[in-house]
């Protein structure tokens, strides 16, 4: 059984800095790109941020500049680096793994992130 266990999320002021957290499986990880995912109340889920297994990156517009995703492969591990975050940042964040072999995809259960004065 694949487990992506995420932690990370709370509450934070506007213009604060968060960082998530994803720990993978090694098998898995080692055979994924990494993603997360966040679904605010009522919208569909989004794609946030890609890393490939050979580092490269891609973000949704909106958190360009202030969004980091990164990896580390000894530890098994994702991270979500964000700063000036604001209000419509607030959503549950998933992360993902994208199996390129198999283009399976496993997920994680999900961590509240709430921007709020």
């Known amino acids: 059984q694949v487990h992506l266990v995420e932690s990370g999320g709370g509450l934070v002021q506007p213009g604060g800095s968060l960082r998530l957290s994803c720990a993978a499986s090694?098998?898995?990880?080692?055979?994924?790109?990494m993603r997360w995912y966040r679904q605010a109340p009522g919208n569909q889920r989004e794609l946030v941020a890609t890393?490939?297994?050979?580092?490269?990156?891609n973000y949704v517009d909106s958190v360009k500049g202030r969004f980091t995703i990164s990896r580390d492969n000894a530890k098994n591990t994702v991270y979500l680096q964000m700063n000036s975050l604001q209000p419509e940042d607030t959503a549950v964040y998933y992360c993902?793994?994208?199996?390129?072999?198999?283009?399976?995809?496993?997920w994680g259960q999900g961590t509240q992130v709430t921007v709020s004065p």
């Open positions: 993902n793994a994208h199996v390129i072999l198999t283009q399976s995809d496993y």
């Open positions: 090694g098998i898995i990880f080692r055979m994924s790109d």
């Open positions: 890393i490939t297994l050979r580092g490269l990156t």
